[in-house]
């Protein structure tokens, strides 16, 4: 028998076809490699479970006795599963995921063996984290870091091990992640937005963000990818020129897809379905070869576990099929690069979605204070959010003319524009009616409920609203999302609580709530209107006319990351206590250090 060389015996071990349980319903899929909180239930006492769906709705800590009962219910389900080993999965600054697997084992005094793992395990552990980026937050000499659970976020098996999200904590107590600022930051703006929605609704007791991203990627066969040492080493091609047709023909969005990318993309399906990550929308993107996913949108926090989780499996799933995914937002030049759009939105837990039209005229007020308050926030932090979807990589993607230009502005479309000019040139006594004793009557001009059809499809702006929430389009397709969703939650988060202190200084003079309330929006539609743009970001008028109006307007990649050390910046984070200047300047410092080692490889 010929000999098979070593090499294609792996290459064969990653083409295994994937076991598929045969005619199964997604709904009996979904989340089965997923620890939910429901599943908890039937491995914890009633007590232990209560306390536990306590800590994860509202937050909280967690004792030593309830952590070993979670332990040991973790470890049976998953042992149940056949997993083997456990990890503390978390977020370095490195933009990738980190796991160290340990084996679920201990030796008995006696030499047998007994599968081990108890909430001491489960709560904490400390890795030897000096080789992840830190800028400059330790030293290799105190090289602990703190891995600690976040119960917000469910435990899940991926490769027969049980994977706990964690936080990632120097020492000294500086975040080294992404999840831990972000964690902060939903936990601000959920507290700042219900704050305003107490001035409409008295029930309204929690406020949670939403994200719904969307995942753009190209697909190379691994044969033609493992031919170019610029693809393997830097993710994107430096020589060569364009094909002869690429996107010229138009032929390619929304085309029919190919047998062997429809496989792919089952596989992946299947396998994030598992994981209990809410996959719904596929096709062809614009370019050649390139295509998108989108799933449902989910809590913030969550919704950015599983982009995390869906870019690792691409890429191992990519490679059963004889393909390499390329998540490198500019891998070719000449044609569409990758993106990642970020969809956000608030909603509360009475089921309003804020960033919404609703049927009377209160709602929308509502609805239009904190659409004006969004405005303000991306205004006045404009360039703090352009850094916080840049990148080495991004840069190639950014201000060419198929991405937001590397200006951040806002679309809000006609109806809403219209909106916004009849509040800001009315008076209060115009807008607010006596009618009998049912108290104020609002003449605010009559907004559709359903504005997402209506909001026309500016593909040029940044950040786009869309009906019923904003769309930062911004944002890289190989980011960790997290970046852009602390920037954005603690600028919004930020302005809230300074509108309500406004209003309130309001009331306390004794102005009526309402009038207080159109009083402070009607100065912030005045305030924020250079951020408000519904022309063609990609023209050279609009890049004139922005430097006009004071944005950002920086192109340079790394000098744009020094937003984060701007004044106004490090008083958002510190006041609003979601990160320290120490923490920004690490933050910072390691962003500079990533972008110029990236270029030196491709140097
Ligand atoms: P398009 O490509 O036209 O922008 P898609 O259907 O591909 O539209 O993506 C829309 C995304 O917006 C989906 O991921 C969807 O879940 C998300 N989305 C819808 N409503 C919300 C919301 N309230 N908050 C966050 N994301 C949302
Ligand atoms: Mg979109």
Same mark, same amino acid.
């Given at each position: 028998m010929a000999k098979i060389r070593f090499s294609a015996l792996e290459e064969l071990a990653h083409r295994k076809p994937l076991e598929v349980p045969k005619r199964r319903r997604v709904s009996e899929i979904f989340g089965c490699d997923v620890l939910t909180i429901e599943k908890m239930r039937q491995y914890l006492s009633i007590e232990a479970f209560k306390k536990l769906e306590k800590v994860m709705i509202e937050g909280g800590t967690i004792d030593r006795g309830l952590a070993d009962q979670v332990a040991a219910a973790m470890k049976a389900w998953a042992v149940e599963k056949g997993a083997t080993h456990y990890t503390h999965w978390f977020h370095p600054l490195n933009g990738a995921t980190a796991e160290k697997h340990d084996g679920f084992i201990d030796l008995q005094k006696n030499g047998s063996m007994i599968e081990a793992f108890d909430g001491r395990m489960l709560v904490q552990q400390e890795p030897d #984290? =000096? =080789? *992840? &980026? /830190?800028g400059g937050i330790r030293n290799t000499f105190e090289a602990r870091g703190y891995t600690a659970w976040d119960p917000g976020s469910p435990a899940f098996i991926n490769n027969n091990t049980l994977c706990i999200p964690t936080v990632f904590v120097a020492y000294t107590g500086e975040a080294l992640d992404y999840k831990t600022p972000m964690l902060k930051a939903l936990a601000l703006i959920d507290k700042a937005a219900v704050g305003i929605c107490q001035y409409f609704d008295k029930d309204v007791e929690k406020v949670t963000a939403t994200l719904g991203w969307e995942q753009e990627y190209f697909l190379v066969d691994e044969a033609l990818f493992n031919a170019r040492p610029d693809l393997k080493l830097c993710?994107?091609?430096?020589?060569g020129h364009s094909a #002869?047709?690429? $996107? $010229? @023909? %138009?032929?390619?969005? *929304?085309?029919a897809i190919p047998t062997r990318v429809a496989a792919f993309m089952k596989d992946l399906e299947i396998e994030s379905l598992k994981l209990g990550i809410p996959v719904k929308t596929r096709h062809n993107e614009v370019a050649p070869n390139q295509f998108e996913l989108a799933p449902i949108f989910e809590e913030c926090n969550l919704a950015n576990d599983h982009n995390l989780l869906i870019m690792a499996l691409m890429r191992k799933i990519s490679r059963r099929h004889g393909f390499r995914v390329l998540l490198h937002e500019k891998p070719f030049k000449g044609v569409n690069g990758s993106g990642k759009h970020n969809n956000w939105s608030l909603g509360t837990d009475?089921?309003?979605?804020?960033m919404a039209p609703g049927k009377t005229a209160e709602d929308n007020l509502r609805f239009v204070t904190f659409i004006v308050n969004v405005l303000m926030a991306v205004y006045r932090h404009n360039g703090l959010l352009k850094a916080s979807i840049s990148s080495a990589t991004n840069a190639h993607r @950014?201000?060419? /003319? %198929? #991405? &937001? &230009?590397a200006i951040i502005s806002s679309f809000l479309g006609t109806q809403l524009t219209q909106v916004l000019d009849h509040l800001e040139e009315s008076s209060n006594d115009e807008l607010i009616a006596l009618s009998g004793k049912h108290g104020m009557k609002l003449d605010i001009p009559q907004i559709p409920e359903l504005l997402i059809d209506n909001t026309d499809r500016n593909r040029t702006s940044p950040f786009a609203f869309t009906g019923n929430r904003f769309e930062f389009r911004a944002v890289g397709s190989e980011a960790n999302c997290a970046s852009a969703m602390i920037a954005l939650n603690t600028a919004v988060a930020e302005q809230l609580i300074e509108f309500k202190s406004e209003v309130d200084a309001l009331i306390a003079k004794g102005e009526p709530k309402v009038s207080a309330i159109l009083d402070v929006v009607r100065k912030y539609i005045k305030e924020s209107k250079p951020i408000h743009f519904d022309g063609n970001?990609?023209?050279e008028e609009w890049k004139a006319e922005a430097l006009k109006r004071g944005l950002d307007c920086e192109t340079s990649v790394p000098v744009i990351f020094d937003n984060y050390l701007k004044e106004e910046s490090v008083k958002m984070f510190e006041s609003t206590g979601v990160m320290t200047r120490k923490e920004l300047e690490a933050r910072n410092e390691v962003k500079w250090e990533t972008y110029t080692k990236k270029i030196q490889i491709e140097a």
């Open positions: #984290a =000096s =080789s *992840f &980026p /830190n993710g994107r091609t430096l020589m #002869a047709k690429d $996107q $010229q @023909l %138009e032929d390619h969005y *929304f085309g009475t089921g309003v979605l804020l @950014l201000g060419a /003319n %198929e #991405a &937001p &230009p970001g990609y023209s």
